[in-house]
């Protein structure tokens, strides 16, 4: 499952938000500012989604949030405390991470342990016993 929200509120911050649900993990891939609104609106889907994430590590990328209000910081605290895997890639991004969970800078990962969303994996395994076996095709059917 992805699903993807996207919202411009009146203030002109953009915010959007992919849920991928994969085999091992369920994450949340986050953009733009989290204002109060948008944080009811993430905790929302996570209640929506929880259910069907039972058992699963929750990742929540961060990687492009430029701004957390008060009721985002709460939220992303509360998930943090219940063992959320918090990633950023961007330094500003990585800053924002470390302010809420009280990490160090340096300790706040960059990338997840789990991937939740895997195309081209399952196409590199579709394609390791596939294409043996048309190339024994091919060779045979020149000689």
């Not at 929750?58 to 063992?83: C, H, M, N, P």
Request: aromatic fraction near 10%; hydrophobic fraction near 50%.
């Amino acid at each position: 499952m992805q699903v993807k929200n996207k919202n411009n509120d009146n203030s002109g911050n953009n915010f959007s938000f992919y849920m991928h649900d994969g085999a091992r993990a369920f994450s949340f891939e986050i953009a733009g500012a989290i204002s109060d609104c948008a944080a009811l609106e993430l905790e929302q889907a996570w209640k929506t989604a929880s259910s069907a994430a039972a058992g699963q590590a929750l990742i929540v990328d961060l990687s492009y949030v430029t701004r957390v209000d008060a009721a985002g910081r709460k939220i992303l605290r509360r998930w943090f405390e219940q063992g959320a895997q918090f990633v950023a890639k961007l330094p500003q991004a990585r800053a924002i991470v470390a302010s809420i969970t009280g990490q160090p800078f340096e300790l706040v990962a960059e990338s997840t342990q789990h991937r939740t969303w895997r195309p081209l994996h399952a196409f590199r395994g579709l394609a390791v016993t596939v294409l043996p076996a048309a190339v024994r095709v091919i060779a045979a059917s020149l000689f």
